[in-house]
């Protein structure tokens, strides 16, 4: 059960791994394509963010939010290819802040088919989101092994 959890992990990962190694590769000054896709997206975001709330969102360099995505993603996947929790909790607030900001099919009309194309993504990152939350409450939910109590000799006498 130890090696297949393991591989388990490992496939599920690979996903985050191979996009922060692909990100951080493209990375160069300026944040690379991942920076040049995700400003848009966020500068949409904050404009909702403050028209609905009334809540200023505070001004960040694109670039230095997609070198923390690269960490999250790359930190939190190596850790949760050995099972931490906090390995899971990190690709957990990864996949919480950019999957609304990335994947915005509410932006769109239901019409088009770059809506259903951003609604597939979301439901599938909600579906990595749901398996990391799934990790969690089983980790926490199995009792740790406590070493076995030697019951007290009885003296005769």
């Known amino acids: 059960m130890g090696f297949t959890s393991f591989v388990g992990r490992v496939l599920f990962v690979s996903v985050f791994i191979v996009s ?5 590769n493209e990375f160069g000054v300026d ?6 896709a995700f400003e848009p997206k966020y500068n949409v ?6 028209s609905y709330t009334g809540v200023e969102v505070p001004d ?10 690269i960490a999250l993603k790359g930190i ?29 099919f509410y932006n769109y009309d239901i019409e088009k088919p770059q809506c259903v194309q951003l609604f597939i993504k979301f ?11 799934f990790f969690l409450g089983m ?8 070493p076995k109590k030697k019951a007290p000799k009885t003296k005769m006498g």
């Open 20 to 24: 922060a190694w692909q990100e951080f």
């Open 31 to 36: 944040g690379g394509t991942a920076a040049k």
């Open 45 to 50: 975001f904050t404009k909702h963010v403050t």
């Open 60 to 69: 960040v360099e694109i670039k230095h939010l997609v070198a923390a995505a």
């Open 76 to 104: 939190g996947g190596i850790l949760f290819i050995f099972g931490s929790s906090f390995g899971a909790y990190l690709l957990l607030i990864h996949l919480a802040f950019t999957t609304p900001i990335l994947y915005d």
């Open 123 to 133: 439901t599938q990152n909600l579906a990595l989101f749901g398996a990391l939350l």
């Open 139 to 146: 980790k926490n939910s199995v009792p740790r092994r406590q």
